[in-house]
């Protein structure tokens, strides 16, 4: 015999599913129109030919879209060319506007004027156990649609082009199911708003996201208007280090980062940086962690006057750098 509390309970569930599932399929409704299938082209010997798929977002009515640098990867010097599908069936040409590998960014342009604009969001206000909709591409099945959470914030996923690598910062982590195709297309929160570009696929059960975020929109500012991001180059490699206890009054008990190895010919090495340096300071803002150092190396610095505070044999010594502009397939 069921209970009025029993039917009372059942009703709130039913309710509560209905809610979870108006949500979710708001979302899609919302967003499929600007989520792009991508059909990859490069150029071959009597023409073109396939060479890869992904997904991609729309960024403005008159056809720039973002997807990640790696769906459009292509040899040095080639910039592959492809066709994007909508959801009102239309296919489209597009050319890469910029790519950067380092933050896994890319920016299309498609030939249209009358494309539907994602809304994009803030990654930085999500919080672990948000609800989060994937809408992308994978193996080929356009539209489709996946639901999970917030897993995890804050991870770091390691990018490289050529002999330069980079971590990318507050890397979002979800349970959204991912597979291959959605590299480049939307993770959006509950009220429709992009908040972060689809990346890899980590594991079973386990997807990464490239944040929408202040950081990754001054990338993607910097791809529409230039088609490249400036960085500015150090020349170290270096690891976190606890700071000696008498450092400590001075800079606080945070870790700083010690200088593993300097570049020859590099900013650092003509600035005087030596191994076993422990960088506590750039530019008169506190150093914690290599992630530190990468935030200051935005390309304002190219040619600037940078310094550098150390501890040298139980002493803070403070040099000045002048970073170069990092080439890609420099280390």
Same mark, same amino acid.
């Given at each position: 015999?069921t209970t009025?509390?029993?039917?009372g309970?059942e009703? $709130?569930?039913? #309710?509560a599913l209905?809610?979870?599932?108006?949500?979710?399929?708001?979302?899609a409704? $919302?967003?499929?129109?600007?989520?792009a299938?991508?059909?990859i082209m490069?150029r071959v010997?009597?023409g073109l030919?396939?060479?890869g798929?992904g997904?991609a977002?729309?960024?403005t009515p008159d056809?720039f879209?973002?997807?990640?640098a790696?769906?459009?990867?292509?040899r040095p010097?080639?910039?592959?060319t492809g066709r994007?599908?909508?959801t009102d069936?239309r296919e489209?040409g597009?050319?890469?506007?910029?790519?950067?590998p380092?933050?896994d960014l /890319?920016v299309? $342009?498609?030939h249209?004027?009358?494309?539907?604009?994602?809304?994009?969001g803030?990654?930085?206000r999500?919080?672990v156990g948000q609800l989060?909709?994937?809408?992308?591409?994978?193996?080929?099945?356009?539209?489709s649609v996946?639901?999970?959470v917030?897993?995890?914030?804050g991870?770091?996923?390691?990018a490289r082009s050529?002999?330069a690598?980079?971590?990318i910062?507050?890397?979002?982590?979800t349970?959204?199911?991912l597979? &291959?195709?959605n590299s480049?297309?939307?993770l959006?929160?509950?009220?429709g708003?992009v908040v972060?570009?689809?990346?890899?696929?980590?594991?079973v059960?386990?997807?990464?996201?490239?944040p929408?975020d202040?950081?990754?929109?001054?990338?993607i500012?910097?791809?529409?208007?230039d088609?490249r991001v400036?960085?500015a180059y150090?020349?170290i490699?270096?690891g976190?280090?606890?700071? &000696?206890?008498?450092?400590r009054?001075?800079?606080?008990d945070?870790p700083?980062v010690e200088?593993? #190895?300097?570049?020859?010919?590099?900013? /650092? @090495? $003509?600035a005087g940086?030596?191994?076993?340096?422990?960088?506590v300071?750039?530019g008169?803002?506190?150093?914690?962690?290599?992630?530190?150092?990468?935030?200051?190396?935005?390309?304002e610095r190219?040619?600037?006057?940078l @310094?550098v505070?150390?501890?040298?044999?139980?002493?803070?010594?403070?040099l000045?750098a002048v970073?170069?502009?990092l080439v890609?397939g420099?280390?």
């Open positions: 015999m009025m509390d029993e039917h309970v009703a $709130r569930e039913r #309710e209905d809610a979870y599932s108006r949500t979710i399929v708001d979302v409704e $919302r967003l499929a129109p600007s989520v299938n991508l059909r490069r010997r009597g030919a396939p060479a798929a997904s977002v729309v960024l056809g879209l973002l997807t990640s790696h769906v459009v990867a292509g010097g080639v910039r592959p994007a599908s909508f069936g489209i597009f050319e890469v506007v910029g790519s950067d380092l933050c /890319a299309l $342009r498609a249209a004027d009358d494309l539907v604009a994602a809304e994009l803030d990654a930085e999500l919080r989060v909709v994937a809408i992308g591409n994978p193996n080929g099945f356009a539209g996946t639901a999970g917030v897993s995890a914030l991870r770091s996923l390691p050529g002999r690598t980079r971590m910062d507050n890397v979002i982590q349970d959204a199911a597979n &291959p195709g480049g297309g939307a959006v929160d509950s009220a708003r972060g570009i689809n990346t890899a696929v980590a594991g059960g386990l997807g990464l996201a490239v929408i202040a950081a990754t929109r001054r990338v500012g910097a791809l529409m208007t088609g400036r960085r150090l020349g490699a270096g976190p280090r606890p700071l &000696p206890p008498g450092a009054r001075e800079w606080g945070a700083g200088v593993v #190895e300097v570049s020859p010919q590099s900013p /650092a @090495e $003509r940086l030596r191994a076993e340096d422990l960088i300071a750039l008169g803002t506190r150093i914690t962690g290599v992630a530190d150092v990468q935030r200051e190396m935005v390309g190219i040619g600037a006057r @310094e505070a150390v501890l040298r044999d139980g002493q803070t010594v403070r000045v970073p170069d502009e890609t420099r280390g």
